[in-house]
């Protein structure tokens, strides 16, 4: 875990960071606007990035968003968290208040605003619906309120090309198309952010009414610079214990997705449902991040899923990995010549099988599966891949019921096995 934070304005305080130091760091787009500080919040790791300059000394139009995202990417942040003064657009959005952005509008014209210039490798067009990650938003807006902070849980920013401030025709303008606040930052740095495939989220602090609200003044830097550094503790104190958050573990995060039915499906079962994990689009990234990181360099030749949602995760690792992916199947569900392996059940035999031709000789094979019970599929499976003179390198899991002994049962036949959480209970 490493968070990036892009911002300014009094983030660039080293007594926010334990063991701080900044490095001048190159990237294949140029030099970042600022060095990067590097330190620690409560033993995360994290890198700042002064967007403008420490003096703030570049324009909007002229910040290297490219390289400001690409060098956090490169020092190995998992997450950003960016700062920014805008302009609220909306009567209750009033001058200090934090908004979480949800949405923005790309109102800019003048930036380069893609890493992908060339589709030499085939077309890339980045999704962009959600350009705000969910994780991040949810724990800045509890941390918010934890703070008894003025906080609005949603917002779309619109952001300009500027430096210059909008005419009130475009103020007004920007309203109609659902626009909450107006900045000069946000939208570049969101679509390279999830161009790398970043969680990004954006802590929107409201200085001022843009031009539109005719008893007030139009905004001048003078007034945006003031309520800033107002309110520049307060942008401190939430990202420092939003930061503190993240020491929950990868795992932690995972298992908290994953959501318990009692008594089904019949009485005294604790039913761990992972449907709760699959809709949760980064959970999933991080499961599947999680499983890559472990295996990248186990030089494995085929992952082989066990039915039914070892397929779901089977493939998307194998995906990734970028070698082939086979499954593993109950009895008669496979339509070419198969070879099968018997299992004792709790009262009877059961069978899984695989397709003669899956597997070949001395291929390394992880066998991937959504949860460890008693572990007899499993170690069916294994002893299918061996049955093909392939060599199982290890079982991963998402989930593991410790206390029926699937480990146990695993390793008394010599079979690896990893799991990224862990229940006890059935």
């Known amino acids: 875990m490493k968070i990036g934070i892009i911002g300014g304005s009094g983030l660039e305080d080293l ?37 403008h300059g420490k003096n703030h000394a570049i324009p909007p ?44 509008i790309d109102f800019t014209r003048h930036r380069t605003i893609t890493y992908f210039e060339e589709f030499n490798k085939g077309p890339k ?42 005419t009130i025709a475009e103020s007004n303008m920007f309203r109609s198309w659902g626009a909450d606040v107006i900045n000069m930052s946000t ?22 009414y843009d031009c539109w609200k005719q008893d007030e ?23 420092i214990k939003t930061i503190s958050k993240f020491s929950k573990s990868d795992s932690d995060f995972i298992k908290d997705k994953i959501r318990t039915i009692p008594d089904w499906p019949k009485p005294g079962i604790m039913f761990r449902d992972i449907t709760t994990l699959l809709k949760e689009k980064e959970a999933m990234e991080k499961t599947i991040e999680i499983f890559y990181e472990r295996y990248k360099d186990k030089q494995i030749d085929i992952i082989a899923g066990i039915e ?17 992916f086979v499954p593993i199947r109950k009895k008669g569900k496979l339509p070419a010549e198969t070879i099968s392996q018997e299992y004792e059940l709790e009262y009877g035999i059961d069978s899984v099988e695989i397709h003669k031709d899956a597997i070949k000789q001395n291929s390394k094979v992880l066998i991937i599966d959504d949860l460890l019970a008693t572990g007899g599929t499993a170690t069916a499976s294994c002893q299918l891949i061996e049955k093909l003179g392939g060599q ?31 229940f006890e209970g059935e």
Not at 196 to 208: G, R
Request: aromatic share 8%; with cysteine.
């Open 392 to 422: 199982v390198v290890e079982c991963a899991f998402v989930i593991e019921l410790e206390n029926l002994k699937g480990r146990q049962k695993l390793q008394e036949k010599n079979f690896s096995m990893f799991s990224i959480v862990q």
């Open 187 to 208: 939208a570049p740095e969101a679509v390279l952010a999830n161009e790398l495939q970043i969680p990004y989220a954006v802590i929107a602090m409201s200085t001022d």
């Open 217 to 239: 003044s139009p905004v001048t830097w003078e007034m945006i610079e003031n309520i800033f550094k107002q309110n520049a503790e307060k942008v401190k104190q939430l990202i």
């Open 15 to 51: 007594k926010i960071l334990s063991d701080a130091r900044e490095i001048f760091f190159d990237t294949p787009y140029g030099r970042p606007s600022s060095p990067l500080i590097l330190g620690k919040i409560n033993d995360i790791e994290v890198i700042i990035i002064s967007r």
């Open 308 to 324: 039914a949602r070892g397929f779901i995760f089977g493939s998307l690792l194998a995906q990734k990995l970028n070698i082939p």
């Open 125 to 166: 067009h980045t999704a962009m619906a959600k350009p705000f990650s969910e994780e991040l938003r949810e724990i800045l807006i509890k941390t918010c309120k934890e703070l008894d902070f003025a906080c609005h849980e949603k917002g779309t920013i619109v952001t300009i090309e500027g430096p210059r401030f909008s």
């Open 61 to 104: 139009t002229f910040v290297n968003n490219r390289a400001n995202i690409w060098a956090l990417k490169e020092q190995g942040c998992t997450h950003i968290i960016a700062t920014t003064a805008c302009g609220s657009l909306r009567e209750e959005i009033g001058r200090g208040d934090f908004v979480i952005l949800n949405q923005f």
